[in-house]
C-alpha cells in the first residue's frame, strides 16, 4: 500500500470514530442524503449557496431528485446562502426565510461561510424573541445558555459541504461577520453542531484554483494550531488526528490545485480538512485564526492563517519544541525544508519550519507577507491588535501555546504582526 492510500485509510478510520453514522464521506456519498434526512424529518427547508451559477444548476437538481425520490418535500423555494465570511446581514434574512416556510429540518448546502449562517440562522430562529441581537451570541456557550433559560430549541441541520476547508459541517464554531465594523466574531457552541452531515468529495472538482489552495491551508491551519496549542493531557489524542491532516494536505495540495479532476488529491483534500475540523473540536486555533479575523478586507480566511502562522511558529517555538520538530518532518520530506531538523532546537527550529510554511505558500503563489496584500496598511495591525483584547475572543488567546494578556499583546503580538508585515522573522520576540 503507498502511502497516500494508508493515510487516507488512517483519515478515514479516525473520522469515522469521531461522528460515526452521523457523518457521511467520500466520493458518491450524496446518493444517501434522502436515507440521512429521513432520520430526521420530511419537510425541509434547504438553503444552497449559489443558485444561479452554471455549476450549481446540475448539483442541485441532482440533490432534488435524490430528496423527492426519499418521499422528502421543500417547504418552500431554496433559500439563498450567505456571502462570503458569513454577513451577519444573511444571519437574519436566512432565519426570517426559515420562519415563513416553518420546516422539521434544515438542509444547508455549500461552503463554510453559508453553513456557518445557517447555524447561527437556525440559533437566532430558536431566541430572536429573547434576544433580537445577534451580537449577544458571540462567545463561548452563550446559545446553549439561552436555550436552556428560554426552554427553547433548533431545528435539526443537516450540513452538506461542498468545498474542503473550513470543515463548517462538523464543528461548533460559527464565524460570522459585522461588515460594519469590518469585524468577524465567533460562536463556539456545541449547540450549533450540525446533527447530521454530508461531504461528497467528488463535488470539489469544481472549486476554483484559489479556493482550493484556500481551503487546503485553512485546514492545515486548524491542525498546525490546534497541535501548537493542546494541553499535554489531551496530546495523545490530537496527535494522530493533527499530523495526519497536515500530512495529507501538505503531500497532495500542489496536485489538486494543478490538476483538479484528480479524484484521489481531491479526497484527499476533503479529507485532511475534515481532520481539521475534528481537530478543532479536540482544542481550539489561535493566534493566526484571531488575527485573520481583523483581515477579512484584504485575505480570505485560509489566506490569512496561512500568511500568519509561520511568524506565530516563531513565536510559540521555544515552547514546543517536540512538536514543531514533528511537524518540520512533514515539510521537510514534501521539499520545503532542506536543514537537518534534528541540529535545530528552539527559536532555530522554529524558524526552519516557518520557512517551509512560506515554501509551501510561494509554491502556490500565496502572499508570504501583509505588505504584499493589496489594501494593506498599518490600520490593520491596529485592529489585529485591539481585535485580541476583545473578551468574546479570548479564547484565541488562551489557546495559545505562550499565552498572552492584555497587558503583553501589544508588545508581543505587535512585533509578530510586524515580522508578518515586512516578513522579517528576526522581529518576532519571544518570552523569556
Request: proline share 4%; net charge negative; aromatic share 6%.
Amino acid at each position: 500500500m503507498n502511502a497516500l492510500n494508508s493515510n487516507k485509510e488512517l483519515a478515514a478510520k479516525i473520522l469515522k470514530e469521531f461522528k460515526g453514522d452521523n457523518y457521511l464521506f467520500g466520493t458518491g456519498c450524496i446518493n444517501e442524503l434522502g436515507s440521512l434526512t429521513l432520520t430526521l424529518g420530511k419537510r425541509v427547508s434547504v438553503i444552497a449557496i449559489d443558485l444561479d451559477k452554471e455549476w450549481s444548476v446540475p448539483v442541485y437538481e441532482k440533490i432534488l431528485q435524490i430528496l423527492n425520490k426519499a418521499g422528502i418535500s421543500l417547504a418552500g423555494n431554496m433559500i439563498k446562502g450567505a456571502g462570503p465570511n458569513a454577513p451577519m446581514e444573511d444571519v437574519y434574512r436566512i432565519a426570517g426565510e426559515i420562519r415563513l416556510q416553518d420546516p422539521e429540518v434544515v438542509i444547508t448546502i455549500g461552503a463554510g461561510s453559508s453553513i456557518d449562517a445557517s447555524k447561527a440562522a437556525v440559533a437566532y430562529l430558536s431566541l430572536h424573541e429573547d434576544h433580537p441581537d445577534l451580537n449577544d451570541y458571540f462567545g463561548m456557550g452563550i446559545v446553549s445558555q439561552m436555550l436552556q433559560i428560554s426552554g427553547q430549541t433548533m431545528l435539526p441541520v443537516i450540513a452538506v459541504q461542498l468545498t474542503s476547508g473550513s470543515a463548517a459541517h462538523l464543528t461548533k464554531y460559527s464565524n460570522i461577520t459585522d461588515f460594519g465594523i469590518g469585524q468577524k466574531m465567533l460562536i463556539i457552541d456545541e449547540a450549533v453542531i450540525p446533527p447530521k452531515a454530508l461531504f461528497d468529495y467528488s463535488f470539489t472538482s469544481t472549486q476554483p484554483k484559489d479556493l482550493t489552495m484556500d481551503g487546503g491551508l485553512d485546514g492545515i491551519a486548524h491542525c498546525l494550531e490546534v497541535y501548537m496549542g493542546i494541553p499535554e493531557e489531551h496530546l495523545d489524542k490530537a496527535k494522530p488526528v493533527c499530523l495526519t491532516g497536515i500530512e495529507i494536505i501538505v503531500q497532495n495540495l500542489i496536485q489538486a490545485v494543478e490538476n483538479p479532476d484528480d479524484q484521489d488529491a481531491r479526497e484527499a483534500i476533503g479529507l485532511g480538512t475534515d481532520l481539521g475540523g475534528y481537530a478543532i473540536m479536540i482544542g481550539g486555533t489561535n493566534g493566526a485564526h484571531l488575527n485573520s479575523f481583523s483581515l477579512t478586507d484584504i485575505l480570505t480566511h485560509g489566506r490569512a492563517c496561512a500568511l500568519m502562522n509561520p511568524y506565530y511558529v516563531v513565536f510559540f517555538s521555544p515552547a514546543i519544541e517536540e512538536r514543531l520538530r514533528d511537524v518540520g518532518k512533514i515539510f521537510q520530506e514534501a521539499g520545503y525544508i532542506t536543514e537537518d531538523l534534528d541540529s535545530l532546537s528552539g527559536r532555530s527550529l522554529g524558524k526552519a519550519v516557518a520557512n517551509g510554511m512560506l515554501n509551501l505558500s510561494k509554491a502556490i503563489g500565496f502572499p508570504s507577507t501583509l505588505q504584499e496584500v493589496k489594501g494593506f496598511n498599518d490600520a490593520h495591525i491596529s485592529k489585529c491588535l485591539e481585535a485580541a483584547k476583545n473578551p468574546k475572543l479570548d479564547s484565541k488567546l488562551k489557546n495559545m501555546p505562550v499565552p498572552l494578556s492584555a497587558d503583553t499583546i501589544d508588545e508581543y503580538m505587535g512585533a509578530v504582526l510586524q515580522a508578518a508585515k515586512t516578513g522579517d522573522l528576526e522581529l518576532v520576540k519571544n518570552l523569556a
